[in-house]
Every structure is written in structure tokens, then in C-alpha cells.
């Protein structure tokens, strides 16, 4: 039995279980025996199966009092942010939390693989407990590391409070690096190159008769110089961070003119539709919430893109700013070309940080580098049935491969394939790889769709 065949059992199981497909069935049994049969049945059938149920006015008004208190209930905690901002902790206060973080963390033998359990040892948190980035940013290391104290299987438990804390923590920030981006055997100084997009016209597109590729995306997170990072940025500086992105985005011309929506703008069931489409974000996240990225929501977030959606920018999503180049096919030459020039019309206005060691900074240590993800769903059903062999390939490809449904031997071979690496090679460099990569891929495909009609 396949993966779908077996979910499809067991849901069915739950459904018998709960009493649903009996009462679907009486209900449009119901339906059959009515002698006049009614212009609205789906209408009919809420009402059989449920008489106490509301009618369509009652529903309007329940619908209605429910987006109300949705309202008030953001307000009421943007308030409480508001308040908590007011609130200071002291350093004896910091003292006794990190304590506590750390204790719970390690005394945690179930959830023992975070990158931060591995390397903050008791002399660092000694040595870094009370230190703190410059004012007014002030952040301490528990700032940083509040989310491996809370969330101990978390893959690596640290995000830095702003540009500062890669430096001031840097015997903590390092290795975590070095070992994520597989850079431990790495002693230069420097760790990423210099950002060089190379020659777009090298980018082709990879399925020009569209038949394995769905869809090509590329995206950069970038970080505005001056500001921290989301664990602490204020209110006013969730805004202005908007405010410096959206006049950026009024200057793109061409295929990039586009508009931005501020998500406190756009209603709940279009911001549902948007969040379906990959245009638009939601918060939600577990470990990003204890780290203090979804304060003051929806305050300072919005995001920009072109009437195609082949070109968006998230503001305020998790870093200041995710530029994101897309496709419905697999030219991802155009898609290359488009996030380029996307960048560069922000780069006339916006500064954004770098460091002379790590590139480009974001808030999670996992992005730094070029902070580029560049990935195509593909349908590859014939590599699909030897998962063996697909990940000895994206390992030799150093390409990162996985199903739609989270499992490669899935029934209809739809995969997510994106590069590995982000740290230590250049942006054209792991665009180049992808590339390479995915016409290695398809060309086994086909090797196997030939011998299959030879057999």
C-alpha cells in the first residue's frame, strides 16, 4: 500500500469514527427522499444535519462579531507589547533566566541534538551571561538564545538580536556556523566570498517543453544597516523598516512595477487566499514567537509584488526584507535575471548589512552568506521509486531534496529540490549548481523512461 493509499485509509477510519459518513448519509438520504427537491442543497443538508445550527442571517452575524474580536484581540496585543517594551529586565533578572535556559536545556536528555546545546558550555555562558551588544540595542545572550533554552529540539536554538551579536558572542556564533554550513575544516578568516551574480545569460531554462518542472523560485533575505534584527526591534522601527522598503519599491520599473499592501490592510479571507497562492506570510511559527518575531503584528509587515506574482518582497517577515523571483515553468534563467535586477533597484536606496566574515547577516545563523535558496518542484516519478539512488545523487549534486508530502517515495513523484550550501561559495556559483544539478536529474529520468520502453 502506498504513502497516499494508507492516509486515505486512516482518514477514513477517523471519519467512521467520529460519526461523520453516518451522518452525511442520513443526511443526503434525506435529500433523495424529498419530494421537492430544494434549489439550495447544500443549504438543506446543514439544516438536517444540524437543526440548532444558525441560519445564513444568525451566520453573517456570528461571522461578523468574530472578525470584530479578532480586531480587538490584535489590538489587545500590541498593547501588551507595548506594555512589556516598558518593562526592563536587569542584569540580575537576565542572570537568572539564562540560568534557568541553560539548566532546562541541559538537563534535557530526550532533546539532545541543538546546535546550542552542543557548543554553549559553562565557561561561555559564564564569560557571556551579563555581556551586551552596544546601546540602544543592549541585547544579552539570552536574547539570542531564549528559543534553545525554550524549545530544545530545535536544530539550532540561536538567532542574533542584531548585526552586533555575531561579533560579541562570536566564540558561540562561530562554530555554530562552521558546523551548519559544513565549514569546521575552515580556518581562513574570511568565510563567504564577495557576492558576484555572474553572467545571468548562463541560466537557462532547464524545461523548455514543461514536462517535469512545475515551477523555479529564487529568494535573498536582507537586512537594513542601522536597525537590529527581530528580537529587537521596537514598534517604531517595525514601521520605519517598512516605510524605507516600500519607497524603495516605488522607484522598480518594468516588469518589477508592482504595488504593496500592508498586511493590517488586507481582510482575513484574502490574506488566507494570498498565504495559499506563497504571495503573502503568516505568523505562527513556535520558536519564532518565543524569539519576539511576531511583536506588535501586523504592525510594520507588508508585502510588494508585481501583477504576474513573479517577483515579491516580504517586509518584516523574519528578516527586514525577502526578494523573491518566481516561475510557473522552469526557466530559471528569467527567474535568475528578474531577482537580480529586483535587488540591485533596492540596493539604489536601501543599505544592507554585511559582514566581513559571514556576508550578508540575517537573524538566523542557517541564512548568512548569500542567504540564497533557490528551488524548482519537479516531477521525477521514475527516481522517485529508488530513493536510494535520488539521495546518493542529490548528495553527489549537493542538492537538498525532499517530497511535497515530506516523503520522496511518494506516489506521484513530485519533489522540492534546492541547493544545499549558502555559505562560502558565490551566489552564481549555487544558481550554477541547481542548474547543473536539476539537468543531471532529468537526464537520469529519462535514461529510465528509455530503458522502460526498451523493456
Not at 536545556?105 to 555562558?125: A, C, F, G, I, Q
Not at 524549545?151 to 560579541?168: C, K, M, N, Q, R
Not at 514601521?239 to 488586507?266: F, Q, W
Not at 539521495?391 to 534546492?418: T, Y
Request: charged share 30%.
Amino acid at each position: 500500500m502506498t504513502s497516499i493509499e494508507s492516509k486515505r485509509v486512516q482518514y477514513r477510519k477517523y471519519l467512521e469514527r467520529a460519526g461523520v459518513i453516518d451522518a452525511l448519509s442520513k443526511a443526503l438520504i434525506k435529500l433523495y427522499e424529498e419530494q421537492n427537491k430544494p434549489e439550495d442543497a447544500i443549504r438543506f443538508v446543514r439544516k438536517f444535519m444540524c437543526e440548532s445550527c444558525p441560519d445564513d442571517a444568525q451566520y453573517d452575524v456570528m461571522k461578523n462579531d468574530l472578525e470584530e474580536a479578532k480586531v480587538h484581540i490584535t489590538k489587545l496585543e500590541q498593547e501588551l507589547e507595548r506594555l512589556r517594551g516598558q518593562i526592563k529586565k536587569s542584569p540580575e533578572e537576565y542572570q537568572e533566566l539564562t540560568i534557568a535556559g541553560y539548566k532546562s536545556l541541559m538537563d534535557d536528555e530526550e532533546n539532545v541534538s541543538s546546535l546550542l546545546r552542543k557548543y554553549l558550555t559553562p565557561e561561555l555562558l559564564e564569560e557571556y551571561m551579563l555581556v551586551t551588544t552596544s546601546a540602544p540595542v543592549d541585547a544579552y545572550l539570552y536574547d539570542c538564545a531564549v528559543t534553545g533554552f525554550e524549545h530544545h529540539e530545535t536544530p539550532v536554538g540561536l538567532y542574533a538580536a542584531d548585526a552586533e551579536s555575531y561579533d560579541v558572542f562570536n566564540k558561540l556564533f562561530d562554530p555554530i556556523i562552521k558546523d551548519y554550513h559544513g565549514q569546521l575544516e575552515n580556518d581562513n578568516d574570511v568565510l563567504q566570498k564577495d557576492a558576484d551574480f555572474g553572467n545571468v545569460d548562463e541560466i537557462e531554462n532547464l524545461d523548455p517543453n514543461r514536462k517535469y518542472i512545475f515551477s523555479a523560485r529564487i529568494r535573498l533575505a536582507r537586512n537594513i544597516e542601522g536597525f537590529p534584527f527581530f528580537p529587537k526591534l521596537t514598534e517604531k522601527q517595525f514601521i520605519e523598516v517598512e516605510d524605507r522598503v516600500r519607497a524603495a519599491t516605488e522607484t522598480m520599473d518594468g516588469e518589477l512595477i508592482g504595488s504593496y499592501l500592508k498586511i493590517g490592510d488586507i481582510d482575513a479571507e484574502t490574506q488566507a487566499e494570498m498565504v495559499k497562492r506563497h504571495i503573502l506570510f503568516q505568523r505562527g511559527d513556535e520558536q519564532l514567537t518565543t524569539a519576539g518575531c511576531y511583536r506588535f503584528w501586523p504592525t510594520g509587515r507588508g508585502v510588494y509584488h508585481n501583477p504576474a506574482e513573479t517577483f515579491i518582497i516580504w517586509v518584516n517577515r523574519e528578516d527586514h526584507v525577502r526578494i523573491m523571483s518566481m516561475a510557473p515553468c522552469g526557466d530559471f534563467g528569467d527567474v535568475y535575471n528578474r531577482l537580480v535586477n529586483g535587488l540591485q533597484e533596492l540596493e539604489k536606496s536601501l543599505t544592507f548589512v554585511r559582514h566581513p566574515r559571514y556576508g550578508n547577516l540575517t537573524a538566523c545563523p542557517t541564512n548568512v552568506g548569500t542567504t540564497l535558496r533557490a528551488s524548482v518542484h519537479i516531477r521525477l516519478p521514475l527516481l522517485c521509486k529508488d530513493p536510494d539512488r535520488l539521495l546518493a545523487l542529490a548528495d553527489e549534486l549537493q542538492l537538498h531534496i525532499r517530497g511535497h508530502d515530506g516523503e520522496l517515495a511518494n506516489e506521484d513523484g513530485v519533489l522540492e529540490i534546492s541547493n544545499k550550501r549558502r555559505l562560502g561559495y558565490t551566489e552564481f556559483e549555487l544558481v550554477k549548481t541547481l542548474q547543473d544539478g536539476v539537468v543531471a536529474l532529468i537526464n537520469a529520468e529519462e535514461e529510465l523512461e528509455i530503458a522502460g520502453q526498451e523493456g
